[in-house]
């Protein structure tokens, strides 16, 4: 099939979406409901209309743009991925799987392609954060909790005060949630940000799954003396306990845990001062891992080495777990689909997990869904140095082209997740 997507239309759309709300230095600021999210939005809109697709809104503010099925009640396969940005970010994140995914219905609808299942280009709610985290995504997936609204991301002042802003409501955007019956499946393309793709040469990666996440906090308890008259075998020093822990859980994750990752990100140590033995230290601890049984695996072994290191040091130590968001694989026959396309197209691809969370993350819970990585420049993202090449754009957009009609025409595909 030699069906590719308009590069002209698809550059000239990055470029206009990429003014709104940019930055000096070549990044943007979109923050969720900010003045430049919502034009981008509104922008969105009227390209799809301008492309006759129908438009929608739904009660957690996702924006879509349909590409109806002449079959009135075909399922959806979803194209997507978020229009919002972190405060000074980068012009790619989330805004090039918009742009392509819109890119794709307007190339099937000019090829005229009948296809089984209708084709639904979204772009979700505050993916980033700035109030809950993969918002509208979760919200669409029925994945959203009223606990999530309870203790938000950003804040709950910030959260109610937004929503009211935007027109929504909490009970309206916990109703968003749409029966996974009528989902054919989720695609997503979003750029790598990381550095593995373009150490390795690959034009494509595809994503085998989201990584879940754990995080505690770790106290290590000595006791705080005088750091001049208490000699070095007398100390219960809770800093020497903590250094050796951050040490260890390096350690622990090289030699135990290929391809997981664990991070101390944060150390305090108390009273703080210069001529005070620490008594106690708090450290943030984060792991992560695309398995759930090794997730598992990976927090007992991190919790046993602060153990350990607190015996070792005669500390005490408590771990408090935070949180947990469980790893998110995506779907096999998806991938295959994505891998026969790049194939297809001459391109080259690598299966890898993401380190990052997306909207797919939320969909893979209730629809079969897969996601393309293209790859970014030095790795770097979340910064307006974020830079994709755009011959890598346009390969990951005919990519998504091609498995979108391939997955569509495979039949009215099954969705094992609806229930
Ligand atoms: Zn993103």
């Known amino acids: 099939m030699d069906l590719r997507v308009d590069p002209d239309r698809l550059r000239a759309d990055f470029d206009a979406l990429a003014a709104i709300g940019a930055t000096p230095d070549g990044g943007l600021d979109r923050t969720t409901f900010s003045d430049a999210h919502l034009a981008a ?37 979803l194209l997507g991925s978020h229009l919002d940005s972190v405060r000074r970010g980068g012009r790619y994140d989330g805004a090039l799987g918009v742009v392509c995914a819109l890119e794709v219905l307007r190339t ?61 409501t909490e009970d309206g955007v916990l109703s968003a949630r749409r029966d996974p019956a009528t989902l054919a499946g989720y695609l997503e393309l979003h750029i790598e940000q990381g550095p593995v793709l373009e150490r ?45 822990f951050v040490v260890g859980v390096r350690d622990v994750v090289s030699r135990t845990f290929p391809g997981c990752v664990a991070t101390v990100g944060d150390i305090a140590t108390e009273p703080g001062s210069f001529n005070v033995v620490p008594g106690r230290a708090r450290l943030r601890l984060e792991c992560r891992s695309l398995d759930g049984a090794q997730l598992d695996r990976l927090e007992e072994a991190l919790v046993g080495r602060a153990r350990a290191e607190a015996t070792a040091f005669g500390l005490d ?50 629809t079969p869904t897969g996601m393309v990585f293209v790859p ?8 307006p140095a974020e830079q994709t090449a755009w011959e890598d754009c346009l390969n990951g957009a005919n990519v998504l082209l091609h498995a979108t009609v391939a997955l569509a025409r495979a039949g009215r595909p099954v969705n094992h997740l609806a229930r």
């Open 41 to 77: 939005r509104t922008w969105f809109h009227e390209r799809a209309r301008a492309a006759r697709l129908e438009c929608g809104i739904d009660a957690a503010a996702n924006h879509s743009a349909v590409l109806r099925s002449r079959d009135p009640v075909a399922p959806t396969l």
């Open 108 to 168: 099937v609808q000019d090829a005229e392609l009948d296809l089984p299942v209708a084709l639904e280009a979204v772009d979700f709610t505050d993916e980033e954060g700035t109030l809950i985290g993969t918002f509208g995504s979760l919200a669409l997936a029925g994945g959203l909790t009223r606990e999530d609204l309870a203790a938000p991301r950003g804040g709950r002042a910030l959260l109610v005060g937004e929503l009211a802003r935007a027109g929504l």
């Open 200 to 244: 390795a040469g690959i034009d494509i990666g595809i994503v085998t799954g989201i990584v879940g996440a754990s995080s505690f906090r770790v106290t290590f308890e000595g006791e705080a003396r005088h750091a001049g008259t208490t000699p070095m075998d007398a100390r219960r020093d809770a800093a020497v306990g903590a250094a050796a």
């Open 317 to 366: 130590v408590t771990v408090e777990r935070v949180g947990r968001v469980e790893p998110a694989p995506t779907d096999s026959d998806v991938r295959g689909a994505l891998a026969d396309a790049a194939a297809a197209l001459g391109l080259t691809t690598m299966e890898l997990p993401s380190g990052a969370g997306h909207d797919a993350q939320s969909l893979s819970a209730v």
């Open 376 to 383: 970014s420049r030095g790795g770097v993202s979340h910064d």
